[in-house]
């Protein structure tokens, strides 16, 4: 099993551009989540889904849009990149038959630098 | 206030030291808790989850203290191993929230 993994590991985008990052994990879990983590900020959830064809917001949700059409994926978009979103995004799931409080697999995260 | 605390550190130990991180938490409905451990530049990683009664795990224990609302995380006997960056997780019905992380290098 690949467990969780993101695509693409590392890029640069110029502010205004858009770009969507891939999570895909092969685990069957029904839960999934992006977020984003920077220097003293600790990680923050962007957006999570519940389950296929389900996206809800979390703490930071703004600038960012998601999409769960297959089980297996997570798609996270960003539609006018701006500097403040520089930072390493983190994609996890989990097999949540309690929720939010169940244990999280982690992808080995995307560096994503806006210039 | 944020919805979870941690002391940053750094912690730098010698090898075969006890060292304990606190975690504070802001909401009292908060259901559960975990450690996970970050090595530099990589995903986090489960460590152990935290029940009310304490738990341990070899040389790791966890301890829940609702009364006062904290999480704590007690290495026994520090490997070199050990080095990395300790997160406390708490969440609720509708939320989860991570502390910003504890940092520890054991020294040799």
Known sequence: NAGVTQTPKFRVLKTGQSMTLLCAQDMNHEYMYWYRQDPGMGLRLIHYSVGEGTTAKGEVPDGYNVSRLKKQNFLLGLESAAPSQTSVYFCASSYSPRGLTDTQYFGPGTRLTVL | ?108
């Open chain 2, 1 to 108: 206030r944020k919805e979870v605390e941690q002391d940053p550190g750094p912690f730098n130990v010698p090898e075969g030291a006890t060292v304990a991180f606190n975690c504070t938490y802001s909401n009292s409905a908060s259901q559960s808790f975990f450690w996970y451990r970050q090595d530099c530049r990589k995903e986090p990683k489960l460590l152990m989850s935290v029940y009310s009664s304490g738990n341990e795990d070899g040389r790791f224990t966890a301890q829940l203290n609702r009364a006062s609302q904290y999480i704590s995380l007690l290495i026994r006997d520090s490997k070199l191993s050990d080095s990395a960056t300790y997160l406390c997780v708490v969440t609720g019905a509708n939320n989860l929230f991570f502390g910003t992380g504890t940092r520890l290098t054991v020294i040799p």
